[in-house]
């Protein structure tokens, strides 16, 4: 193999990584293909071609010797960190300006990795129960069930990311986080401690609710990617329906 083969290998390599950061923390699909395409002109590449869809991404590239390299990551965890997104994008203007080796931006790469904020699990549960507190009285909700939607909503996203991590099926921990919160809100009103059980049960699962893959799924649909916009959709609906079974399973036995 030869040199130029290697550094073509190696800057394919860091495009699949730039991609496989982009989709992991939330990105949509075709913001991950642009960018991944604008990085690869900046790393020397003559050619670069981009596929990528919610859980794969494929990159092919030629340089200016015919020499072609392919390669494909398959993204399985999905999270959402906008601030990660973000660093890559101005990764992406700078290189524009800028251009460095694919080392360097390997090397750039796992500093921001290193550099981003990422919340421990107590923190995304606290502020999880503050906004579900709050979306009570979005909701035009009686203040005294704020702090009921409060422990419900943190109570929630706490079940759900310990079941997550138990059974790695993100449709059964929304099931069982719903369900656990349309039982409660329904003793806590049944006990006096809260008014208006439905304002507390839309409140306390609104951090469930798949606000970002809805919105990246539309995004991605306008912007022609179809297959990965109707797969954003899908999600999205699994979760909504997720959500509403597990709420309705218990309020039609209380």
């Known amino acids: 193999m030869t040199t130029i083969q290697n550094d073509l290998k190696e800057s394919v390599s860091v495009c699949v990584e730039v991609g496989r950061l982009m989709l992991s923390n939330g990105a949509e699909t075709y913001r991950v293909e642009d960018t991944i395409y604008r990085i690869g002109m900046s790393l020397g590449i003559n050619d670069v071609s981009v596929f990528v869809v919610p859980?794969?991404?494929?990159?092919?590239?030629?340089?200016?010797?015919?020499?072609?390299?392919?390669?494909?990551?398959?993204?399985?965890?999905?999270?959402?960190?906008?601030?990660?997104?973000?660093?890559?994008?101005?990764?992406?203007?700078?290189?524009?300006?800028?251009?460095?080796?694919?080392?360097?931006?390997?090397?750039?790469?796992?500093?921001?990795?290193?550099?981003?904020?990422?919340?421990?699990?107590?923190?995304?549960?606290?502020?999880?129960?503050?906004?579900?507190?709050?979306?009570?009285?979005?909701?035009?909700?009686?203040?005294?069930?704020?702090?009921?939607?409060f422990v419900l909503g943190g109570i929630a996203q706490a079940v759900f990311e310990y079941v997550s991590q138990i059974t790695n099926v993100s449709f059964f921990a929304e099931l069982i986080a719903a369900s656990i919160v349309g039982l409660l809100a329904s003793l806590a009103v049944s006990l006096g401690l809260g008014v208006n059980r439905d304002v507390i049960i839309l409140s306390s699962v609104m951090t469930l609710v798949p606000g970002v893959a809805i919105t990246n799924g539309l995004r991605d649909l306008m912007a022609g990617h179809l297959l990965a916009g109707v797969g954003g959709l899908s999600k999205a609906a699994m979760t909504a329906a997720a959500i509403g079974i597990g709420i309705a399973l218990i309020l039609s036995v209380i």
């Open 55 to 149: 859980t794969a991404i494929i990159v092919t590239a030629s340089d200016q010797f015919d020499d072609e390299v392919t390669q494909l990551a398959r993204v399985s965890d999905r999270e959402t960190n906008l601030e990660m997104i973000s660093m890559i994008n101005q990764l992406s203007r700078d290189l524009s300006k800028n251009p460095k080796s694919a080392n360097e931006v390997r090397v750039m790469l796992y500093r921001m990795q290193l550099d981003v904020n990422e919340y421990k699990p107590l923190t995304s549960i606290f502020f999880s129960a503050m906004g579900t507190g709050a979306f009570v009285l979005l909701f035009d909700g009686p203040f005294i069930s704020v702090p009921i939607a």
